[in-house]
C-alpha cells in the first residue's frame, strides 16, 4: 500500500495542514510482518501487550533441539514418554499441547513460563532456543503509524529544518524547567511505546527492556520534541555508575532512543535515529538530550565511544560520523589524534570541497572523544577502562570478609569497602551510606546526583585502581 505522507511528515510538518494529512494517512497505513528472534524480556512484554499477534515461525526454525530442552522443563510427569518418543515434531507436539488455549502457540509458550518461578533460568533457557517469531503489525497498536504519544499541540516546521546551534556548549548548559517524573501508570505507557518503536525495526537495548515505570522523566525541550528518560528497576542496575535509556519523540512520535550512564561528573551516552529521520535535525536533537542528561545529573563532560564515530564500526567511519561529534564540540582525548583534527578541521575550512579520506577516519576513531563545559576538571575523570579493575576490586574485597559476605550485600558495597581508607572522615562515611541506601531506591538518578558530590569515593577509587594496575 502506497501512502503519500510518511512517518517524516507526522514527526516534522511543514504545516498544520500537511499534519493533519499525515496523520490521516499514517493511521489508514497498512504494515507488513516483522520475522525475528526477540529476547526473553521483549518477548514477555510482548505476550502482555499483544496477544494473538505474533506466532512461533517454524518455518525459519533450523534447529528446535533448545525449544526441546525449555520445553521439558514445562512438562507434566504424564507427558514425557511421548515428548522423548520422536512420534511427534517440537511444531506437531506444540500445536497438541496448546489445543485448549485461547492463543497462538506463542501466547501459549509464554503463558508456560509466565506462571512458574525462576524468570532468570527461563530468560537463559528461552534464549538459548533463539525461537523465530512472526509478528503481524497490520492491525497491531504498535504498528510504527500508530505507536506516539498524543502530543498537547501539533508544532510545525515553517522555516525549515532545526540545524546545530551555533554555541552547543551553551545551548547544552540553558536552564530546562519543563522536566516531570511521570506517574508509573504513565511512565509504562512511555515504556510501551519505547518498546514497540525498537521492535517494529528489529531492535531492543537493556535500557528498555528493563526500563522502570516509577522512574520515566518527560523534558519538553521545545520545537515540538520531548525527551523521555527511564531509570531502571533495581535488581537490573549497574553497580556503580547510573544507566537510564532515553527516548526522542517529535510531536509525539519516536524518532530516536539512546542511553547514558552518570558516572561521578561525567555521562557516556551516544544517540541513535531511526532510520525514516536521518539527516533531518540530529544535530539539534543530540544538543537538547546532552540539555536534559546536564540538566538531570548536573554533569560536565560528556564521553563519544571510538564505536559511535567509526572505532570497529565501518557504517560510522563511512558516514564522518567524527565530524558530527567533533562539530558540536567533542574533541579526541589523544593529543596526536587531537592535533590530526584540528588539522583536518582547518583544512575543510579553507577548501569546501575537500573531504577526510577513510584511513584518515580510521585514525581519528582511535580514542574516544569528550565534551567539557565550562567548570569541568581533569581531575573529576574517571577513565571508563578502570571498570573492570574495579570488578577486581570487589571481589578481593568480598575475599577478605569470607563466603557470607557475598550474600545479601548490596553491587555498590563491596567497591566502596575496597575503596576506603583510613583518612575518610565521619562525612565521608555518612555520605558513603547514603550513597549506598540511594543504589537500591526506588528511583536511580538521587544515587547519580549523591555520586557526584562524594569527591573522596572518586579519588579513593581512581587510587586504589591504579594500584591494583601496578601489582
Not at 515461525?57 to 514445562?74: M, N, P, V
Not at 506516539?148 to 552547543?168: F, H, I, K, Y
Not at 577486581?392 to 550485600?409: D, E, F, K, N, Y
Request: proline share 4%; glycine share 6%; charged share 25%.
Amino acid at each position: 500500500m502506497v501512502i503519500s505522507m510518511s512517518l517524516f511528515d507526522a514527526a516534522f510538518p511543514l504545516s498544520a495542514d500537511a499534519c493533519s494529512a499525515a496523520l490521516a494517512a499514517l493511521r489508514n497505513a497498512s504494515a507488513g510482518p516483522v520475522h525475528y528472534s526477540f529476547s526473553f524480556p521483549v518477548a514477555r512484554w510482548l505476550a502482555r501487550r499483544c496477544p494473538g499477534e505474533l506466532t512461533i515461525d517454524w518455518g525459519e526454525f533450523e534447529d528446535t533441539s533448545r525449544l526441546d530442552e525449555l520445553l521439558a522443563q514445562l512438562l507434566h510427569p504424564a507427558e514425557t514418554d511421548y515428548f522423548d518418543s520422536g512420534w511427534a515434531s517440537t511444531e506437531e507436539w506444540v500445536a497438541m499441547a496448546s489445543a485448549g488455549f485461547a492463543g497462538t502457540d506463542f501466547d501459549w509458550l509464554m503463558a508456560q513460563l509466565d506462571h512458574r518461578r525462576m524468570q532468570r533460568v527461563w530468560n537463559q533457557l528461552y534464549d538459548a532456543a533463539d525461537i523465530p517469531l512472526r509478528w503481524e503489525l497490520a492491525a497491531s497498536r504498535f504498528a510504527k503509524a500508530r505507536n506516539r504519544l498524543r502530543p498537547s499541540a501539533v508544532v510545525t516546521r515553517e522555516d525549515g529544518m532545526r540545524t546545530r546551534p551555533r554555541w552547543p556548549k551553551r545551548a547544552i548548559m540553558e536552564p530546562l524547567d519543563d522536566i516531570e517524573l511521570l506517574p508509573p501508570r504513565k511512565g509504562q505507557r512511555l515504556i510501551d511505546i519505547a518498546m514497540a518503536s525498537l521492535a517494529a525495526r528489529y531492535r531492543e537495548t537493556y535500557h528498555f527492556n528493563y526500563a522502570n515505570p516509577a522512574e520515566v522523566y518527560l523534558a519538553d525541550v521545545g520545537c515540538g520534541v520531548r525527551v523521555a528518560v527511564f531509570g531502571l528497576l533495581p535488581e537490573h542496575r549497574f553497580p556503580l555508575e547510573c544507566t537510564m535509556g532515553y527516548l526522542l519523540l517529535a510531536n509525539g512520535v519516536p524518532i530516536g532512543y539512546g542511553g547514558a550512564s552518570a558516572l561521578f561528573r561525567q555521562v557516556n551516552t551516544g544517540i541513535n535515529v531511526f532510520d525514516e529521520f536521518r539527516r533531518s535535525e540530529a544535530a539539534f536533537l543530540w544538543t537538547q538530550v546532552m540539555r536534559v542528561y546536564h540538566a538531570l545529573t548536573g554533569c560536565t563532560r560528556f564521553i563519544a565511544n571510538a564505536y559511535q564515530f567509526g572505532g570497529d564500526n565501518t557504517e560510522a567511519l563511512r558516514s564522518g560520523a567524527f565530524w558530527f561529534y567533533y562539530r558540536l564540540g567533542y574533541r579526541p582525548v589523544d593529543a596526536a589524534v587531537r592535533a590530526l583534527a584540528n588539522s583536518e578541521s582547518a583544512r575543510m575550512r579553507g577548501d569546501n570541497k575537500y573531504r577526510s579520506s577513510v584511513k584518515t577516519l580510521r585514525e581519528l576513531a582511535r580514542c574516544d572523544m569528550h565534551l567539557t563545559l565550562p567548570g569541568a576538571k581533569a581531575s573529576e575523570f574517571f577513565d571508563e577502562r578502570w571498570f573492570d579493575t574495579v570488578s577486581l576490586l570487589a571481589t578481593q574485597s568480598l575475599a577478605a570478609t569470607g563466603p557470607a559476605a557475598r550474600h545479601g550485600v548490596s553491587a555498590l558495597g563491596p567497591i566502596v569497602a575496597a575503596a576506603s581508607t583510613g583518612d575518610w572522615t565521619a562525612a565521608d562515611k555518612r555520605l558513603a551510606r547514603r550513597l549506598l541506601h540511594a543504589k537500591a531506591d526506588r528511583r536511580e538518578l538521587p544515587y547519580a546526583r549523591l555520586l557526584a558530590s562524594h569527591r573522596k569515593l572518586l579519588i579513593s577509587l581512581k587510587n586504589a585502581c591504579r594500584r591494583a594496575e601496578k601489582a
